[in-house]
């Protein structure tokens, strides 16, 4: 697919009327594909996959949250951006604020942020367990792309939720045993599995779920444990 016909499939599936955010998703593509030349952002930057892989596959967060209300939103590991940039251009009402360890993409993330002239948008230079100290349970709607498991995810995400607020975590075609091994993790933080959409990427490029899991009371305060007690121990 060219780049007209990848931006109609947005447009088409995601509802977008304001037109004018295409240019800007663009615009970051463009600054991936150079970026990634010389610094570890991504290995998928050709235009199909990217927009794919990366944009169309963030966007999906938006079949299980209603993005058009004015709602806070972090997300964790962000990354190169996925999916809390790309759902920041497309739905500019929203207050974003993207965790991110490596100084690197930081600095790539706040470029971007810059060049699209983005307000609403904020970055946090640390670890999230370190971040947790300021930001416990300040957000409408938590997010993670991330490679690790949910029980492992679930502990770094969840404390960052607000009481009936929802951790969203995007998942691949294992999300059922993740979801077993999680049982015990969730139910200790204080949320439930509240929606499960199962979805396949355009192109054959992959299915998706993307799991909602709902707080229905206040995270304990000793989780997040540090994050080598986590991976060593998962609850």
């Given at each position: 697919m060219n780049k007209t016909e990848l931006e109609q499939l947005l447009v088409s599936t995601f509802y977008?009327?304001?037109?004018?955010?295409?240019?800007?998703?663009y615009i970051y593509y463009e600054m991936l594909y150079e970026t990634s030349k010389v610094?570890?952002?991504?290995?998928?930057?050709?235009?199909?996959?990217?927009?794919?892989?990366?944009?169309?596959?963030?966007?999906?967060l938006s079949k299980v949250i209603d993005l058009?209300?004015?709602?806070?939103?972090?997300d964790v590991g962000t990354g190169a951006g996925f999916p809390g940039l790309v759902?920041?251009?497309?739905?500019?009402?929203?207050?974003?604020?993207?965790?991110?360890?490596?100084?690197?993409?930081?600095k790539f993330l706040q470029s971007v942020i810059d060049k699209?002239?983005?307000?609403?948008?904020?970055?946090v230079n640390d670890r999230a367990e370190n971040a947790i100290k300021t930001m416990r349970e300040s957000f409408d709607v938590?997010?993670?792309?991330?490679?690790?498991?949910?029980?492992?995810l679930s502990e770094i995400c969840v404390p960052f939720v607000k009481l009936n607020?929802?951790?969203?975590?995007?998942?691949g075609s294992s999300y059922q045993e993740e979801i077993d091994l999680s049982n015990q993790a969730v139910t200790k933080l204080k949320v439930k599995l509240f929606k499960k959409e199962l979805l396949e990427l355009p192109l054959n490029m992959g299915e998706r779920a993307i799991l909602v899991y709902k707080k229905y009371e206040?995270?304990?305060?000793?989780?997040?444990?540090?994050y080598a007690k986590i991976k060593k121990n998962p609850l």
């Open positions: 977008i009327t304001d037109l004018s955010v295409l240019k800007s998703l610094m570890n952002l991504t290995t998928i930057v050709e235009l199909e996959e990217a927009y794919i892989k990366h944009f169309y596959d963030s966007l999906l058009n209300e004015t709602i806070t939103l972090a759902l920041k251009i497309i739905y500019p009402n929203l207050n974003v604020t993207l965790i991110e360890p490596l100084t690197k993409r930081c699209l002239e983005l307000k609403g948008i904020v970055i938590v997010t993670a792309r991330a490679v690790a498991s949910l029980n492992i607020g929802v951790f969203v975590a995007l998942k206040k995270t304990p305060s000793t989780y997040p444990r540090l």
